[in-house]
Antibody, heavy 120, light 109 residues
């Protein structure tokens, strides 16, 4: 059974940093691209970042480019999102999602999300 | 960047009705278009991939069509358990680049 479990969210002040993690199990992690998607309270889905199976190709939404860094450790079956210079508008539920291919495709499995609140 | 315009933003229909949602891309995206269902308090669920392919285990009353810039998502006979928000999504690979539509909230009349 595919499982994606996000953790690392919490309350953080504007300008500070936070690192999210996603632990994956139930599939060959190093065969698939992975993504982070966020959802602000009461709002729609926003893609944040994606990474190919071998970390050779990375993508970011314009809203986080230069502040967030996606990475993965295939030996640990883990996906990460380093978030720096956080802003109040980064407040959201952050989902980890598995891609259906090694570089770009539909998101066939999602975690339950970890909540990030940016507030002073 | 590719923009995805989804309409309507909300709709109310009766059980058994046929429901159609549209999604328009700002440029040709071939068939790189997926549809998701999100129920309140839950993570999104993939329903349709590559514009018209039904994900395994998804009821056949859900369908998708279109290519290029114009896409449709249809529920052939609305059921009470279909109450949710539906999102279209386009994707590019290498590098990964994804855009979601604004969502359509479906309610029972």
């Amino acid at each position: 059974e595919v499982q994606l479990v996000e953790f690392g969210g919490g309350l953080v002040q504007p300008g500070r940093s936070l690192r999210l993690s996603c632990a994956a199990s139930g599939f060959n992690f190093d065969d698939y691209a992975m993504h982070w998607v966020r959802q602000a309270p009461g709002k729609g889905l926003e893609w944040v970042s994606g990474i190919s199976w071998n970390s050779g190709s990375l993508g970011y939404a314009d809203s986080v480019k230069g502040r967030f860094t996606i990475s993965r450790d295939n030996d640990k079956n883990s996906l990460y999102l380093q978030m720096n210079s956080l802003r109040t508008e980064d407040t959201a539920l952050y989902y980890c999602a598995k891609d259906g291919s090694d570089s770009g495709g539909p998101f066939d499995y999602w975690g339950q999300g970890t909540l990030v609140t940016v507030s002073s | 960047d590719i923009q995805m315009t989804q309409s309507p933003s909300s709709l109310s229909a009766s059980v058994g009705d046929r429901v159609t949602i549209t999604c328009q891309a700002s440029q040709d995206i071939s068939n790189y278009l997926n549809w998701y269902q999100q129920k309140p308090g839950k993570a999104p669920k993939l329903l349709i991939y590559d514009a018209s392919n039904l994900e395994t285990g998804v009821p056949s009353r859900f369908s998708g069509g279109g290519s290029g810039t114009d896409f449709t998502f249809t529920i052939s006979s609305l059921q009470p358990e279909d109450i949710a928000t539906y999102y279209c999504q386009q994707y590019d690979d290498l590098p990964p680049r994804v855009t979601f539509g604004g969502g359509t909230k479906v309610e029972i009349k």
